[in-house]
Structure formats: structure tokens, C-alpha cells
């Protein structure tokens, strides 16, 4: 599925979190969202508070990889549909969510391009606790492309290329504690790729549940949610959009039903 060819369309909302066949059947699989591609050195974020969540550079993180010098070894990305509640805490290491989408390591060593919408494999998981909060990342491998691409577990991405996971460990702990400050603790266990999918599958309800609070502005404590006005209107128009990159027949059903419901509000 290619990156959103609009600003009209969320990547944290409006993309699937759970990869489907065209008979909307669940393939076990994944997406994520793609914002500092392998072997760069900017940093580029999904904005949960600007209107569509449209990914755009940090100055301040692009200023700091750039002193640290040493590329980003991995695809870094988030999931969509997902979120890390503040208010809730989590199990393991009594920390709150960081606000943010799940954070995605793609263990890959093939790069793609800034909002890319990536197909992957959950492997395994490992918590930064940084400024208190447990900010989760999740190791994934891309379906498509590379050597790696078959891997289910770390176990087959250390089969395959013994010392990637101690390699991107390594760059996150040494980017970490460049500037010197001690805010942020790497515990380095990895769980299990059972493990992290149900971690997804949770951050995935709270998605959902912070969906639900958009106000009449379309926002969640202080997260673009959708335009302000018909709710029935906006997502209609979001799923055609979707569809039309997958089963463009199908879509222009779904187009004429969403003018039609819009006619009617």
C-alpha cells in the first residue's frame, strides 16, 4: 500500500493497523508507519496535534542525530491505530505511556522512504524508559524485502544476521546518552513477539477509546482526531479514499454512498 498521496488522509488514523486481504480477511500481519529511514541522519515525526497527523522534521532532533554522527541504523516508524495512554501504566515498569503512537524498529536492512506505509511481522518488543514514561519499541521485519523478511522471531533475525538486535540496541543506549543527561534507561530484555503483539493490541484499544473522546473541534486532549463537523461524513470519505488504492471497483460504490450520506447531512 503506497504512502498517502494527500494531506487529507491521517496516517496515525486512517490506515489500517492490522494488514487484511482484499476480502478484508486478517493475514496475521501488520503496518507501520515509516518517518526516519534507514542510514539518514533527520529526524521526521508523526504529529498527533496538527490537523491530519502529517509528518514533518524536527529541527531540534535533526540538529541533534547530526552532532551524534552516526546514521540511524534501522526504519524508524510508529503504528498506526495505536496509542500510549499517559494515564495508563504499565505493568512492568510502573512508568505512564509517553502521549505518542508505538514506536517501530524495523530490523530490515532494506530503507524506504519517509511516510511509507511498511507490511510487517512482529518479532519482539523492549521498553525505554525515557523522562519517566515507558515508551515501548517494537521490533518488526519487513514482509516485502530482504533476507530477513521470512524471520517470526529475533531468534531467526540472529539465525540470519547474528548482531542486529545488539546493533540497534547499541545506536539507541550510545543516541541516548550523548548530550550527557541520564533521563533515559534502555532495558535491554526483549519479549517475545506473543508478548509485543498483545502490547500492540492494547495500545490499540486505547487508540480506540481516545478516538471516542474527540470533541465537537475533532480533538483529544489536544490530538487531531478528525475536521470538526459530521463524523459520518469525514470517515465515509476516509475509507473511500483507502479503498480506492486497493479495490478501486469497490470504491466508487463507496464514494457515491458517502456523497449521498454527506447530501443527506
Known amino acids: 500500500m503506497p504512502a498517502a498521496p494527500t494531506s487529507d488522509i491521517s496516517l496515525w488514523h486512517d490506515v489500517d493497523l492490522h494488514a487484511r486481504t482484499w476480502l478484508d480477511e486478517d493475514t496475521g500481519l501488520f503496518h507501520y508507519i515509516n518517518e526516519i529511514p534507514l542510514g539518514t541522519l533527520d529526524k521526521h515525526e508523526v504529529q498527533p496535534g496538527e490537523p491530519y497527523n502529517r509528518i514533518v522534521e524536527d529541527p531540534v532532533g535533526s540538529a ?7 546514521p540511524v541504523p534501522f526504519n524508524y516508524g510508529c503504528f498506526p491505530q495505536t496509542y500510549r495512554d499517559p494515564e495508563e501504566i504499565d505493568e512492568l515498569h510502573g512508568a505512564p505511556g509517553d502521549d505518542d503512537p508505538l514506536d517501530v524498529l524495523d530490523v530490515s536492512g532494506h530503507s524506504v522512504g519517509v511516510g511509507a506505509i511498511v507490511e510487517c511481522r512482529i518479532l519482539g518488543a523492549v521498553c525505554l524508559v525515557d523522562e519517566g514514561e515507558a515508551d515501548w ?5 519487513n514482509t516485502k524485502a530482504g533476507p530477513l523478511s521470512h524471520a517470526k522471531s529475533i531468534e531467526d533475525v540472529e539465525d540470519v544476521a547474528p548482531g542486529r538486535i545488539q546493533e540497534m540496541l547499541g545506536w539507541m543506549e550510545d543516541f541516548k546518552h550523548s548530550t550527557g543527561k541520564d533521563t533515559a534507561t534502555l532495558h535491554y530484555k526483549v519479549h517475545d513477539a506473543e508478548w509485543a503483539k498483545a502490547l500492540v493490541e492494547r495500545d490499540h484499544a486505547s487508540w480506540r477509546r481516545l478516538v471516542t ?5 475533532g480533538k483529544a486532549r489536544g490530538h487531531w482526531i ?8 469525514h470517515w465515509g ?18 464514494n457515491r454512498t458517502a456523497s449521498q450520506r454527506v447530501l443527506v447531512e
Not at 137 to 141: A, Q
Not at 237 to 254: H, N, T, W
Open 213 to 217: 473522546e474527540a470533541d465537537a473541534d
Open 226 to 233: 478528525r475536521p470538526a463537523g459530521s463524523v459520518g461524513a
Open 64 to 70: 541533534r542525530l547530526r552532532a551524534f554522527g552516526r
Open 137 to 141: 519499541k517494537v521490533f518488526v521485519v
Open 237 to 254: 470519505k476516509q475509507f473511500a479514499k483507502l479503498l480506492s488504492a486497493r479495490i478501486p471497483k469497490v470504491a466508487e460504490v463507496v
